[in-house]
T-cell receptor
């Protein structure tokens, strides 16, 4: 069983709707991530939060708005999405945000099962 | 742009066969992780390698990190249907300070 919980598992929304994806972890991890995954493709990084502060935004359109209310929760607010935004949205956490210079902090990710989003 | 190319893209084999998946880059990575993703689920970490030339074994899976830390391989012995899934390598990059995912290898093992 994954220790990163995502809700909802499936979401269908129209282009004018506002919805949110939620992610929760209770492993005491201080880094949390949103990834987008299209069918048969690897995950693409969207956002990274480290100690509840936004650390990386991979030039994601503003119709996606992340929020980290506390160290256990991560939300992704969705508004005015396009059909091409339909994808599997994966939340992940790691003990700390990876620091890749030394090989000691490798930022190993624990993923949730994902929220499958369909935009009509 | 740093890229991690995996080969093959797709692999369809019979139960009991051996296989190797490759993960290659022109860039040096400080660490390399391998994940497996089953349909409808998120990726699950299999292993992390950090030292050039390092070899790690996980039951029937053997992982190797290249001496120059630019490539890695995953070898599965006597594949089973439960090994079916998308295999992803991911490299930790000092220059970008984030994890770069490989292009993925989709494995199907038939009984």
């Amino acid at each position: 069983d994954t220790e990163v919980t995502q809700t909802p598992k499936h979401l269908v929304m129209g282009m004018t709707n506002k919805k949110s994806l939620k992610c929760e972890q209770h492993m005491g991890h201080r880094a949390m991530y949103w990834y987008k995954q299209k069918a048969k493709k690897p995950p693409e990084l969207m956002f990274v939060y480290s100690y509840e502060k936004l650390s990386i935004n991979e030039s994601v359109p503003s119709r996606f708005s992340p929020e980290c209310p506390n160290s256990s929760l991560l939300n992704l607010h969705l508004h005015a999405l396009q059909p091409e935004d339909s994808a599997l949205y994966l939340c992940a956490s790691s003990q700390e945000k990876g620091v890749f210079g030394t090989g000691r902090n490798t930022g190993e990710l624990f993923f949730g099962e994902g929220s499958r989003l369909t935009v009509l | 742009t740093q890229l991690l190319e995996q080969s093959p893209q797709f692999l369809s084999i019979q139960e009991g066969e051996n296989l190797t998946v490759y993960c290659n880059s022109s860039s040096v990575f400080s660490s390399l992780q391998w994940y497996r993703q089953e349909p409808g689920e998120g990726p699950v970490l299999l292993v992390t390698v950090v030292t050039g030339g390092e070899v790690k074994k996980l039951k029937r899976l053997t992982f190797q990190f290249g001496d120059a830390r630019k490539d890695s391989s995953l070898h599965i012995t006597a594949a089973q249907p439960g090994d079916t899934g998308l295999y992803l390598c991911a490299g930790g990059s000092q220059s970008t300070d984030k994890l770069i995912f490989g292009t993925g290898t989709r494995l199907q093992v038939f009984p």
